[in-house]
């Protein structure tokens, strides 16, 4: 049986929030009976876009993070559920039954992933459908992957074997995958939201002017591991995908006939800037 899964790419992801304003365009004022209670104006994003900011001025980056309801496979919101009000489908689609889970106020705790809303008026949970409303008409796409201008947002129906495929060969990740919960969304460049970069820039001074050290090595060592990289043009370079709070690390710089240095950095906690660094 073939399943959707949504893939989004956090590099692609420019915070526009078109996405999110097409899931109010579709749901806002419009039931679905079976799928989905329309959605209130207000307070609820079914897709909602996380912010990281990583570096110091100015090495710096911002990633955004749209987090739906992940649809997941082993999903604590079905087990937590009364009466079979929340449901997987055959087609990997979790939907809540606006009916049957009428009260069920503890489903928006059930969720780690904070991705159920609270209806007051209704006095229903509620959450990302995929749209399943209209994928079951025919549509090949949901509303937000439709709206995304930069193509961050990419659903896929296929087998389980076929998906595998897929995820090795486009290196893909679940976001928190310690939940064990087994989305069914997985993101590409992830390291943008979930691990940090040692970055910075290598020059020399050159008959009193400051020239940048394009082509230095910079190596990156922590414990007995080694990691090399050349500097640009502008003499800057950058390690990324590196954990955070996952030890202490030290840089060695060497360039033509220039002394070679060596910097300790100490404990990473989070992405670094360490500035200009002059042989
Ligand atoms: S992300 Fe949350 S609401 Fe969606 S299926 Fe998983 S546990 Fe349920
Ligand atoms: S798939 Fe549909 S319901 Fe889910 S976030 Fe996108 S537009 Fe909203």
């Not at 207000?42 to 110091?56: F, L, P, S």
């Not at 970069?197 to 020399?204: D, K, N, Q, T």
């Not at 922590?222 to 995908?241: E, R």
Request: charged letters at 25%; aromatic letters at 8%; glycine letters at 6%.
């Amino acid at each position: 049986m073939k399943k959707w899964s949504l893939i989004i790419d956090v590099e692609k992801c420019e915070d526009c929030n078109n996405c999110f304003l097409s899931c109010k365009d579709e749901h806002v004022d419009n039931d679905f009976p079976r799928y989905s209670l329309a959605q209130p104006r207000h307070g609820h994003r079914w897709i909602n876009i996380m912010r990281k900011e990583r570096g110091q001025y100015p090495l710096i980056d911002v990633a955004y993070l749209p987090i739906p309801c992940m649809h997941c496979d082993n999903a604590p919101c079905v087990k937590k559920a009364q009466k079979g009000a929340v449901y997987k489908r055959e087609d990997g689609i979790v939907i809540i039954d606006p009916e049957k889970a009428k009260g069920q106020k503890h489903l928006v705790n059930a969720c780690p992933y904070d991705a159920i809303w609270w209806n007051d008026d209704k006095a229903v949970p509620q959450k990302c459908t995929l749209c399943a409303h209209l994928l079951d008409e025919g549509w090949k796409e949901p509303r937000c992957v439709q709206a995304c201008p930069t193509g961050a947002l990419r659903v896929i129906k296929a087998e389980d074997s076929e998906m595998q495929k897929i995820i090795e060969s486009e290196n893909l990740e679940v976001y928190q995958p310690q939940y064990n919960t087994r989305p069914r969304v997985y993101y590409k460049n992830l390291y943008r939201h979930t691990r940090c970069f040692i970055g910075g820039s290598v020059a020399v001074q050159v008959d009193g002017t400051t020239d940048c050290a394009a082509g230095a090595t910079v190596t990156l060592i922590k414990d007995s591991q080694k990691t090399a990289t050349l500097t640009d043009a502008f003499g800057d370079f950058k390690f990324d995908g590196l954990e955070e709070n996952s030890g202490t690390y030290r840089l060695e710089i060497s360039y033509r006939d220039w002394k070679k240095k060596t910097i300790e950095l100490g404990l990473l906690a989070a992405s670094l800037n360490v500035g200009t660094i002059f042989l």
